[in-house]
Every structure is written in structure tokens, then in C-alpha cells.
């Protein structure tokens, strides 16, 4: 007689992160460091003299409204796909689409004011160099986020983020979260620290 011993089924995964949070945390800080690196750098820069004052286009305020409305969109995409309400991840991944591109489109402007107020990117003025190379480098970040967003989107459509599917949504909307609170950050910075 053969006797069977009932084992328990043990996940032998080991525990930790998982790599590709891991990896996105990564990239995350190391964003953190590339930007503090910049406004460093903006502050040493400013006390060695010879320093443009400038006003700070109004389309940077008006977008900063626009960044924190795509990641109200963004959560509420991440909410309805844990509770499996398709539809209304679909809308509000589209709506953070929408948003995120208005928002490049609105930095553009801001811009196209500074260089109608004579604020160029050159030596000649370190003050709008430095505000075009820590925004133009934020939308940099936007544009990846852009594409994620889209990503996700697909993946939405495709039905592959639902309740029990939920790591890719999950990492995007980290990262968009981190874009907007990013932003908020610089502009702050950049309206205090002129």
C-alpha cells in the first residue's frame, strides 16, 4: 500500500520587489536627482551675479492647473479598473491623454512668451537658459508619460487592465502622479527663486 503525503502548496517565489517597480523607482529617483541637480545648480548660478529677473510666462500657471486635473483623471482611471469599470478607466485614461498633450502644448506657449518678452536660451542670460532646460527637460518626462498613458489605453481597450490586471495601470499612474507633483515642485521653485 502506497501511502501519499499531502503537502501544502508553498509559493517558492522569493519575496521582494517586484523588478519592474523596481525599475520604475529607479528611473523616479534618479529624475529626483537629475532635477535637484538642475535647481542647484539654478541657485549657484544666480548668486554668482550678472542674473536676468524675468516674469514667469502665465501659461506655466495655467498649466500647472492642467497637470493636476490629468492626475485626478489618471486616479480615477486607476479606481475604476479596480473595480472593473472599463468604460470609465477607458475615459479617464483619455482624458489624462488629452490633458498631458494640452499641457505640452501650453509650455510651448509659455515659451513662445518668453522669447516675445526678449528672454532667449543663451550665455548672454543664464536666467532663461535655466528655465527653458528644467521645463523643456519636464516635458520630456511628460512626453514618455504620454506615451505610457497610451500604452495603458491600448492595453485598456484590448481588455488586459481590469481588476485582476492591474500592475500596468498601477505603475503608470505612479509615474504620471510623479510628472505632476514634479511640476509643481519646479514651478514653485522657479516662482520663488527668480
Same mark, same amino acid.
Given at each position: 500500500m502506497i501511502q501519499t503525503i499531502n503537502k501544502p502548496i508553498v509559493d517558492e517565489r522569493e519575496p521582494g520587489v517586484e523588478p519592474k517597480k523596481f525599475v520604475l523607482w529607479l528611473l523616479l529617483v534618479s529624475s529626483v536627482m537629475l532635477f535637484a541637480g538642475f535647481t542647484s545648480a539654478y541657485i549657484v548660478r544666480r548668486g554668482e551675479g550678472e542674473w536676468v529677473v524675468f516674469e514667469l510666462p502665465v501659461m506655466f500657471m495655467l498649466s500647472t492647473g492642467v497637470i493636476v486635473l490629468s492626475?485626478?483623471?489618471?486616479?480615477?482611471?486607476?479606481?475604476?479598473?479596480?473595480?472593473?469599470?472599463?468604460? $470609465?478607466?477607458?475615459?479617464?485614461?483619455?482624458?489624462?491623454?488629452?490633458?498631458?498633450?494640452?499641457?505640452?502644448?501650453?509650455?510651448?506657449?509659455?515659451?513662445?512668451?518668453?522669447?516675445? $518678452?526678449?528672454?532667449?536660451?543663451?550665455?548672454? $542670460?543664464?536666467?532663461?537658459?535655466? +528655465?527653458?532646460?528644467?521645463?523643456?527637460?519636464?516635458?520630456?518626462?511628460?512626453?514618455?508619460?504620454?506615451?505610457? +498613458?497610451?500604452?495603458?489605453?491600448?492595453?485598456?481597450?484590448?481588455?488586459?487592465?481590469?481588476?485582476?490586471?492591474?500592475?500596468?495601470?498601477?505603475?503608470?499612474?505612479?509615474?504620471?502622479?510623479f510628472v505632476g507633483i514634479l511640476w509643481i515642485y519646479l514651478y514653485v521653485f522657479l516662482l520663488l527663486n527668480r
Open positions: 492626475s485626478v483623471f489618471m486616479q480615477w482611471a486607476y479606481i475604476s479598473a479596480k473595480k472593473d469599470e472599463i468604460l $470609465n478607466s477607458k475615459i479617464g485614461l483619455l482624458v489624462t491623454l488629452a490633458l498631458g498633450l494640452l499641457f505640452g502644448v501650453m509650455q510651448y506657449w509659455g515659451w513662445s512668451q518668453m522669447v516675445y $518678452n526678449s528672454i532667449y536660451f543663451g550665455f548672454a $542670460n543664464p536666467s532663461g537658459s535655466f +528655465v527653458y532646460v528644467i521645463t523643456g527637460l519636464h516635458v520630456a518626462h511628460v512626453v514618455i508619460g504620454i506615451f505610457y +498613458v497610451l500604452a495603458i489605453l491600448i492595453q485598456t481597450f484590448q481588455y488586459k487592465v481590469h481588476k485582476k490586471a492591474l500592475r500596468a495601470i498601477s505603475m503608470c499612474n505612479t509615474y504620471w502622479h
